[in-house]
Nanobody, 120 residues
Framework: QVQLVESGGGLVQPGGSLRLSCAAS????????MGWYRQAPGKQRELVAT???????TYADSAKGRFTISRDNAKNTLYLQMISLKPEDTAIYYC??????????????WGQGTQVTVSS
């Protein structure tokens, strides 16, 4: 019933920019926290950023000053604007959301991921 679909990944040179999007579809009553994880080959999954319904945002130290998380609540869409990209940002980026579908309870949902590759 509910899906999260990421888009916007791709190949970019060091110093470049990308904007990731995550659209939540389906009949949704409420959305709490949304955010982004990333996982690079051979590395632990890392929480990149979160955006709470209250407006509070958090960032990993590696993302501070370069990434900006935002959400369009009217469109149930989450964004991650990434600038000054580095090769170490290369990973699959997964969005997540804690939300409540219509006529049911709260649960956690994950997108299938979008690949970001930073390489010269």
């Amino acid at each position: 019933q509910v899906q999260l679909v990421e888009s916007g990944g791709g190949l970019v040179q060091p110093g470049g920019s990308l904007r990731l999007s995550c659209a939540a579809s389906g009949t949704i009553a409420s959305i709490g926290v949304m955010g982004w994880y990333r996982q690079a080959p051979g590395k632990q999954r890392e929480l990149v950023a979160t955006a709470h319904s209250s407006g509070t945002t958090t960032y990993a130290d590696s993302a501070k000053g370069r990434f900006t998380i935002s959400r369009d609540n009217a469109k149930n869409t989450l964004y991650l604007q990434m600038i000054s990209l580095k090769p170490e940002d290369t990973a699959i980026y997964y969005c997540f959301a804690n939300l409540r579908p219509t006529n049911t309870g709260w649960n956690n949902y994950w997108g299938q991921g979008t690949q970001v590759t930073v390489s010269s």
